[in-house]
């Protein structure tokens, strides 16, 4: 190909690169598959390696181009970015309109755009002749700081804009959000690494964005919308409704709903029905906006120092209360971590009534200084778990103490220690009944084992009965143990036991995952999973191998190998398997050697004999050894399998069928090819 044609492809590519873009993340209207479009994005790079003369800053694959910045470079706005009026209630809001009218000295309704007020960082965009050059934050309105690369980084925001009429110039205002679900889906990840959680989408928002490495920024699931125009040529509009369709006609993302209210009567109505909706939406919103639509009206009205008079934020009640806290507890989870718990005297929050907030840990606690009978402004950012975010000094008792985590575990009293660079303080028994009730709990939770009918009560109750110590019991309770619990009626006793059967044949990642392994994600779960396939392998898999995986960091890798070396892990492991643990993936999707799994082979085969076996898994890497011992990997038992198999029942060790054996083989010679 020469490099006109290669042009004439790249051109293409990034054309409908760009077009699937603006499609998935705009319009939220996808047509192609994700394979498709990593197909299609691995074509344009490998033009664009050939030929890097043809690489435009504009093309998809420069979203995450550039190299890290030293520090940022301060912009001044063209226009400066002004802020709003705060209306805290209902009537406020229609004092704003009694005062529109007044200096427009007009008696008829005014029309508004209503619009959700979006709670992330406020950012402008530069396009010049349709292309992005540069974007920036609102800073003091006035000057900014350049986070180009950054911004660049925002799949929904367009690098080039669409349709026939592009403005040579337009600077474009928004805001930049996280929507709720990612955001969890971040806490999570950053939990999983062992990284400092972040406080709510907001602040996670501002920090991804001002990231000195776009990279950091591209991994966070950043969103925009865009609710305004600044300086622009070629770019008409009579009013701010018609400025927002024509942003929406050039490709940029505007939120759906936004809605043009004709007078104030109906913007209250948008007020009250937005407030309802909000804790439904995928994104935190803190109120709404009210704009005169039209523009001559804007410049009639004018401004004052720092909020124009043609605008007003409608703010929702505040998600924020104060309250007096009772007293604080310590709850122990699964790994053993103490969290501190503030139980609160109850107070609604934003239609919430809340009566616990979490303090985190110990250097939270000392940061606020937070102590039993303080009165504390509380927050509930939404679905997440409220928290106290400062306590009010001046009303503080004279007697309170500064609070500390106790050295003893408040569920079975042994002793607490606080390992050198954690924040965490953890309980020191690895037979604590809280951390075995909550390891059980979260080994049948949904996205572990999800055993159906095993609710929390049931679980504290069996534990506190004795009749589970350990989480391989699970499959051992039998029906009377059940139905001799409170609350368990024979029918439900047998639907446990019926949902626990079914629990036993499960997925390699879900099985990672329900072990409990400090770290270990759903997400890590299925990674470690897709990466190793075979259960045994990554229980032998080395730190450095664990490393080399993308997605886990050194705390995950190291977290994972010291779980496996533990002898207590081991032998729980070993039980669930003596009782029938089963993965329904790892056979179906093996592509790995045997390379370093050991094997015994017992009674007679139906295709080839033993020593033809044996041969087979020797040279597809495996070892085979003629006794059974805590290092076999797996047990390869045929018809009448005798004393071989009793003992590696006994000692949990993998059983698996000829068929088994052809399968694993099979898929081992096919990666070899
Ligand atoms: S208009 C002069 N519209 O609220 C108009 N602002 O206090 C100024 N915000 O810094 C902004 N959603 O970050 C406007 N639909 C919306 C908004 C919005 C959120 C933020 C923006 C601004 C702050 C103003």
Redesign the pocket.
Known sequence: MNKKEAEKRISSLRTKLEGHNYKYYVLDEPTLSDAEYDSLFRQLEEFETEYPGLIRPDSPTQRVGAEPSKEFVSVAHTIP????A?AMNESELREFDVSVKKILESEEEVEYVA????????VELVYEKGKFVSGST?GD?IVGEDITPNLKTIKSLPLRLRGEHVPSLLEV?G?VVIPLKAFKELNRRQEEKGEKLFANPRNAAAGSLRQLDPKISASRPLSI?C??VGASKGYRSDNHSDSLSGLKKLGLPV?NL?KVCNGIKEAVKYFKEMEKLRDELDFE?DGI?L?VNDFSFQVRLG?RAR??RW?I?GKFKPQQETTLIISINVQVGRTGALTPVAELEPVNVGGVTVKRATLHNQDEIDRKDVREGDRVIIQRAGDVIPEVVSVIKSERIRASKPYKIPTECPVCGAAVIRLPGEAVHNCQNPSCPAQLKESIKHFASKGAMDIDGLGDKLIEALVNKELIKNVSDLYTVTLEQLSSMERVADKSGQNILNALDKSRVTTLGRFLYALGIRHVGEQTGRVLADEYKIFESIKRADIESLENIEGVGPIVAKSVWNFFREEENQSTINRLFQNGIKFKDELENSANTLAGLSFVITGTFERLNRQERKEQIQSAGGKVSSSVSSKTNFLVAGENAGSKLEKAIKLGVRIISEKELILLISDSSKSEQ
């Open positions: 970015l002004l802020s709003l705060n619009e959700p007020k979006l709670d992330g960082l406020a609102r309105g205002r805001e919308y609710y305004a939120s936004i919103i906006v704009k401004a909020s124009p605008a934020a």
